[in-house]
């Protein structure tokens, strides 16, 4: 069974950030096999990694849309993000220094944080959106990159 499952709960209405989205719990679901197949180490890793990659850019492009459509919480929810992601970098390191290993407790640690962000803080997003913000020109390429093109299917 899949760690996290896409579900209502995680729809913020805004289409762009909701496909972008799915694509995450996929990359999550995918370490989450990894580790359970008990593939090589490196399979865990590079998945990780892959997930680790993909947030980032849709981290960025969450707060670019946030901030050129004028969203008051823009900077307190680039805060978050990046609360997130220098967990994820020092935990990182614990991993390549061989500290520490991908462990269920971690694969829940990150199925919480995204369940609860998403949940939270982007649907709070969703909903101002909805009345405020309109999609910007650059999203249609970006959207294809991030969703059609699977550039992160391609970096192996
Ligand atoms: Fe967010």
């Known amino acids: 069974m899949a760690l996290l499952e ?20 996929e990359l999550l679901n995918a ?3 990894a580790v359970r197949e008990r593939r090589d180490a490196l399979a865990g890793l590079r998945a990780l990694d892959e997930l680790i990659a993909y ?4 981290f960025a492009i969450e707060e670019r849309l946030m901030g050129e459509v004028g969203y008051p ?7 978050y993000h990046e609360a997130l992601l220098d967990q994820i970098g020092a935990l990182r390191q614990r991993l390549d220094t061989g ?15 995204l369940t609860r962000h998403i949940g939270e803080s982007d649907r709070r997003f ?5 009345t405020h913000g ?4 650059w999203m ?6 991030m969703v059609a093109r699977r550039w992160w299917q391609f970096s192996k």
């Not at 209405?13 to 719990?25: E, K, M, N, S």
């Not at 919480?73 to 805060?79: D, F, N, T």
């Not at 500290?99 to 944080?113: K, M, N, P, Q, Y």
């Not at 309109?134 to 020109?137: D, G």
């Open 55 to 58: 947030t980032r850019s849709h």
């Open 126 to 130: 969703g909903d101002w959106y909805a």
């Open 6 to 25: 896409w579900n209502a709960d995680l729809h913020t209405g805004v289409q762009d950030i909701d496909d972008q989205h799915a694509v995450l719990v």
């Open 73 to 79: 919480e823009h900077a307190e929810h680039r805060i």
């Open 31 to 33: 370490v989450h096999e």
């Open 140 to 145: 249609h390429e970006v959207q294809h990159a």
């Open 99 to 113: 500290e520490a290993t991908i462990s269920a407790e971690l694969l829940d640690f990150l199925r919480v944080w």
């Open 134 to 137: 309109s999609r910007p020109a």
